[in-house]
């Protein structure tokens, strides 16, 4: 039996066992994901740390569900689009002087860079600023300004992240939360971008 800490409609906290695994191994070994499945059989789970459907650029890797990104990456999964969902995961980053960390979502494809599609994009910068931007024809629209040391020194160091983008009947909502601190939770309401799409990371010199 799952020690259940929270949950709600789109997040659910578990006190995970010590020494189970989190996902599947090699057999039938038990895991956190197939007890999910017998407890909530009518969801769905994306196994986003499976290594096939991630499409990185030169300077990025995976192994065993870490995807790491050097100073100039990109990283983007494709096993499906996320619909009104919200991407939880583990996040450790010491982002370099001159450098910003991007994330994605409602990206209309997959191999594209972000400013030549329409997304949604939140970036972090090496002073700690975080801002929420918008593609829009090939350009990137601010729609929140920075928010100063929103992140200490640009040091996101072995904390959660949650990011997505949620429809709503008016718009667009954009959360991007760190370590159960909100940074960023803005309703689009200008064309909004509403329709699945794909999510990605990325990091950037400024």
Same mark, same amino acid.
């Given at each position: 039996?799952?020690?259940?800490? /929270? ?5 659910? $906290? ?105 997304? /949604? ?19 990137? $629209?601010?729609? $929140? ?29 954009? $959360? ?9 939770? /803005? ?10 799409? /794909? ?8």
């Amino acid at each position: 039996k799952l020690d259940i800490l /929270y949950e709600d409609d789109y997040l659910l $906290v578990i006190n995970k066992p010590e020494g189970m695994l989190s996902v599947p191994g090699k057999g039938d070994v038990d895991s956190v994901y197939q007890r999910l499945s017998i407890l909530y059989p009518e969801a769905t789970y994306e196994l986003i740390g499976n290594e096939a459907y991630w499409q990185l650029n030169e300077s990025g890797s995976i192994s065993n569900g870490i995807v790491t990104l050097d100073s100039v990456g990109i990283a983007n999964y494709f096993g499906s689009k996320l619909d009104n969902k919200l991407a939880q995961f583990d996040l450790d980053a010491e982002i370099p002087r001159d450098t910003w960390v991007g994330f994605m979502a409602k990206q209309s494809e997959v191999g594209t860079s972000p400013w030549e599609q329409e997304c /949604y994009l939140v970036i972090v910068k090496d002073s700690g600023e975080v801002q929420l931007l918008k593609s829009v024809a090939g350009q990137f $629209v601010q729609l $929140v300004g920075s928010r100063t040391q929103a992140v200490e020194n640009g040091v996101l160091e072995r904390t959660t992240a949650r990011f997505g983008v949620l429809v709503e009947e008016n718009g667009a909502r954009i $959360v991007f939360d760190v370590a159960g601190k909100n940074l960023i939770n /803005y309703l689009d309401t200008e064309n909004p971008y509403t329709e699945s799409g /794909y999510t990605g990371f990325l990091t950037l010199d400024s």
